[in-house]
C-alpha cells in the first residue's frame, strides 16, 4: 500500500486501479454480509468511501478507463442508486470500464456484484 496525495492510504500506486476494483469488490462482498445496509457505519462510512475514491479516481485519472464520458456517466447513474444497490452498481461500473473481472475464484463476489444487483 502506498500514500496517497492527501497522505492517506492509496491501493492504486500498489497494484492500479483495476488491483484496487478487484479488492474492493471482494470486500464489499464480505461487507455486505457482516454490516447492515441500513446502519450508520454502512452509510456514513462506507458507501461515501467507495463512491468517493472512484469519483476522485475518474476525476484526475479518466484516461486509465475506456471510454471515459461513458463510464463517468453509468458513475453518476450508480451513485443514484438505493443504498442497497448503490456500492455494486459503483464497482460494476468501474469494473467494466477498467475491462477487468473478478476472478472466477471468488464466485461469491461475483455472484454479488452481478447477481439481482441488491445484497443484505
Known amino acids: 500500500m502506498s500514500r496517497g496525495e492527501t497522505g492517506g492510504p492509496s491501493f492504486a500506486g500498489s497494484g492500479g486501479h483495476a488491483a484496487c476494483a478487484v479488492m474492493q469488490a471482494m470486500v464489499m462482498w464480505y461487507i455486505s454480509r457482516t454490516i447492515p445496509i441500513n446502519s450508520g457505519v454502512y452509510r456514513r462510512v462506507i458507501l461515501p468511501y467507495i463512491e468517493g475514491f472512484w469519483r476522485k ?8 478507463f475506456r471510454a471515459p464520458s461513458a463510464v463517468i456517466e453509468s458513475f453518476m447513474d450508480a451513485v443514484s442508486k438505493p443504498s442497497e444497490e448503490r456500492a455494486a452498481a459503483i464497482l460494476r461500473t468501474v469494473l467494466v ?6 476472478p472466477p475464484e471468488a464466485g461469491q463476489a461475483r455472484e454479488w456484484l452481478w447477481g439481482a444487483g441488491t445484497h443484505r
Do not use: D, P
Open 57 to 64: 479516481a475518474l476525476g484526475t485519472q479518466r484516461f486509465r
Open 97 to 102: 470500464g477498467l475491462r477487468v473481472s473478478v
